[in-house]
């Protein structure tokens, strides 16, 4: 493509007032030699756009750079089809956090605009990759509650699903149900459990493909592309989907571990599972058939405990409730106690917890101390009040029954709480391993693993913080209570959820786009197989798993699994992963763009390598926030930390740079990490740079790295102060001028 560029600047915004455009109208002509480049005091404004289309239509500009606001706004106004487009920021990183009118801040911008003339010089328009025999079909892998609900929402959507449960028939754990929790108004009672019309409805839809008494064998290939193995009544079935929703749920927590509670001890002593049977079969008997005339209930049985569930499984205190009412139904003067450490109660569920309190149940917030049986098998029940530390005993009840938490099916038949904690306590210079707990779900034929990682307590992999249902496995979405502890209306919600973003990568897929958090992108990585040494750094790197490997050990890269994070680029020692709008030699003519001033002039620079996703961001909210940094640094965005090269540590110091400051986002058990060990994995080979700035003779502290998020804002200025303090300290890179 021969390339005709356009430079369009902006004067709106306090630009015009702010600098001089004139010089910087010289930056574009007379050093980057452009043909184009023209001025306006709105560019965002319909005669703005209108003047960069008249330009395209009639000039045959080919390449727009728009020197104006931030890339991460407007993004909508200036699209412009098959085209080469890329941003200057002027206004949030130069006139918004810089001194107007300063020779200081005009150095600033003009380096700015020389960096993206750099830019744009090497830049290619993509080509969308495009898959054979796309479909747009959705795979569900778990019928209950929530995995039906995902089948639905996508033949609603107008899209196929597919719809795999291992048990005999639908429904899922709600089969098990008396009643269910009040879903409508006024929320004061238990409700009839409705799963039966959902499951005629889901079974009725020509849309949903239903197989009961039926697993996975195996999900290969990738979004648009998985080819999903299915064995049924000792048949082997085979469907093509686009993505895929694991919604296989959660089961009770192993009662026989809960003994210290009498379960297993005394016959008496049930599970909330237990009580739904007893409920179901009309009046309430204990198991060895005595009508119940006195109950407790106690929460968190398992739950929040170190040496059991070390988290809240979100149900059960609802649960009892609605419990609570069987037995006040049946019995108005039947006493009911409920022991618990917090009432959870969220949202509507309140009004039940005040019908119950209302109907004569007595709550007391305590620790159970011990449950002992007297000779006719009633329980007794010491614990210590936590609001006065005395200890309550209760006269005999006839039945206890025991709130037990949740656990995920991906957890199953693990030790989940020990695997994470064996984890955060490994310490080690590599990244930590997925966690890829034993489970028979997926069976991915993917080289991490047949199943997708699991976060602490063995829940499904996803990235809960910021952007639920998206996990490491892309067009693999989780939903439910395999996901995290939910109620059924939460289930409900999740899978709407997780269906709208199963369909995204779908759609995204088909036109050869990728998916979160970088959608919309056409670009996907390119190897120089010829120059692959075979190290096998960009196979292990890969946060996605998009790249296997062949029956000769080179990388076979999966390009609708890749994200575009460019982390196999940064892994990679031979340089040979490019993309082309992305490349290590495209950041390096950025980085020898920037004009260094000579020792003597007493300006040093910065470079500061800034995460798109949070980093710069939060760059651009200091702007908005009008807080002034420090005029030395120049900001390139990566698309993720985990991208960096380290060639373009000794590129910028061989260039004169005084300092580099490589800001990151946040990483850890959320990882809030856009794309999940990019920090973490540019920390680690910032501990390898030592090396590389020795053999230069250079001080290692002239980089630095942090870690922030897009709130983090208000920081910046002292960040970088500090920073500019040491390297005072430290005095000017002996490079400059060379």
């Excluded at 079909?137 to 209950?144: D, I, K």
């Excluded at 998020?709 to 060379?738: C, H, Q, R, V």
Aim: hydrophobic share 35%.
């Amino acid at each position: 493509m021969v390339k005709k560029t356009g430079v369009y600047i902006c004067t709106g915004c306090s630009l015009g007032e702010s600098l001089e455009i004139e010089s910087l109208s010289k930056v574009a002509t007379k050093e980057g030699k452009v043909p184009v480049c023209k001025t306006h005091p709105f560019l965002c404004g319909s005669e703005g756009v209108e003047l960069i289309k008249s330009d395209i239509e009639n000039e045959g500009v080919n390449t727009i750079l728009i020197a104006a606001c931030s890339p991460r706004v407007n993004y909508d106004v200036f699209e412009f089809d098959s085209v080469i487009m890329e941003r200057v920021n002027l206004r949030e990183q130069v006139i918004w956090s810089q001194t107007a009118n300063d020779e200081d801040t005009q150095m600033m911008a003009e380096d700015y605009l020389r960096m993206g003339l750099a830019k744009v010089k090497h830049i290619e328009l993509p080509e969308p990759y495009q898959g054979v025999n796309m479909v747009k079909t959705l795979l569900v892998v778990g019928g209950g509650l929530t995995g039906m609900t995902s089948a639905l929402e996508a033949a609603k959507a107008g899209y196929k699903a597919v719809l795999v449960e291992k048990s005999p028939a639908l429904g899922g754990w709600m089969n098990s149900l008396f009643k269910q929790v009040p879903r409508k108004a006024p929320y004061t009672a238990p409700e009839e459990v409705d799963v039966a019309e959902l499951i005629k409805e889901v079974e009725a839809n020509p849309d949903v493909t239903v197989y009961t008494g039926a697993e996975i064998l195996e999900i290969a290939g990738s979004p648009g592309m998985f080819d999903a193995s299915i064995s049924q009544n000792g048949a082997t079935i085979s469907e093509r989907v686009g993505s895929v929703v694991l919604a296989t749920g959660a089961v009770p927590y192993d009662p026989t571990k809960l003994d210290y509670l009498g379960y297993g001890k005394y016959e008496n002593v049930i599970t909330g599972l237990q009580m739904e049977e007893i409920a179901s079969k009309g009046k309430i008997l204990r198991p060895d058939g005595k009508e119940v005339q006195t109950i407790a209930f106690i929460q968190c049985a398992g739950s929040r405990d170190p040496e059991h569930l070390p988290y809240c499984s979100a149900t059960c205190c609802v649960e009892s409730l609605k419990q609570a009412s069987y037995i006040k139904e049946q019995n108005p003067e039947a006493n009911v106690f409920v022991f618990y450490k917090d009432m959870r109660t969220p949202g509507q569920y309140e009004r039940l917890y005040q019908q119950v309190q209302k109907d004569g149940s007595i709550f007391v917030r305590g620790e159970i101390k011990g449950i002992t049986e007297d000779g006719e098998k009633n329980l007794l029940i010491e614990a210590t009040d936590v609001l006065s530390g005395a200890t309550i005993s209760t006269e005999a009840v006839d039945m206890v029954v025991l709130a037990n938490g949740m656990v995920p099916t991906t957890a199953l038949g693990e030790d989940f709480a020990a695997k994470a904690d064996a984890e955060e306590d490994k310490k080690d210079d590599g990244p930590k391993p997925e966690v890829i707990l034993k489970s028979n779900l997926l069976n991915l034929s993917y080289r991490q693993g047949p199943e997708m990682p699991t976060l602490k307590y063995g829940f499904a992999d996803s990235h809960f913080i910021c952007f639920p249902y998206e996990t490491r496995r892309t067009g693999i979405y989780a939903a439910g209570s395999v996901r995290a502890p939910m109620d059924e209306l939460s289930s409900i919600e999740d899978a709407t959820g997780a269906t709208l973003k199963a369909i995204q990568c779908m759609e995204s897929s088909a036109q050869g786009m990728a998916v979160h958090p970088r959608v919309g992108d056409m670009s996907f990585p390119d190897f120089a197989m010829s120059r692959c040494t075979q190290c096998k750094r960009c196979t292990v790197e890969c946060p996605f798993g998009a790249i296997n490997e062949d029956d000769k050990f080179n990388p076979l890269p999966n390009p609708t699994r890749c994200r575009r994070c460019g982390i196999c680029m940064g892994a990679c020692p031979e340089r040979i992963i490019t993309f082309k709008n992305y490349s290590v030699p495209m950041i390096g003519n950025l980085i020898k763009s920037i004009e260094v001033p000579d020792e003597d002039e007493e300006k040093p620079r910065i470079l500061i390598f800034a995460c798109e996703n949070d980093a710069y961001p939060a760059l651009d909210m200091a702007g908005i926030n009008r807080l002034k940094y420090n005029a030395w640094v120049r900001v390139i965005p990566l698309r993720c930390l985990g991208s960096l090269s380290l060639v373009w540590i000794a590129d910028s110091m061989s260039a004169g740079i005084d300092g580099i400051y490589l800001l990151g986002c946040k990483h850890g058990d959320d990882y809030q990490c856009h794309f999940i060990k990019g920090s973490e994995l540019a920390e680690i080979r910032l501990s390898k740079v030592s090396e590389t700035l020795d053999r230069l003779d250079l001080d290692s502290e002239r980089v630095r790295m942090d870690q922030i998020s897009i709130t983090d804002y208000d920081k910046i200025p002292a960040m970088l102060d500090d920073f500019a303090a040491k390297l005072e300290e430290l005095g000017p890179n002996p490079y400059k001028g060379f």
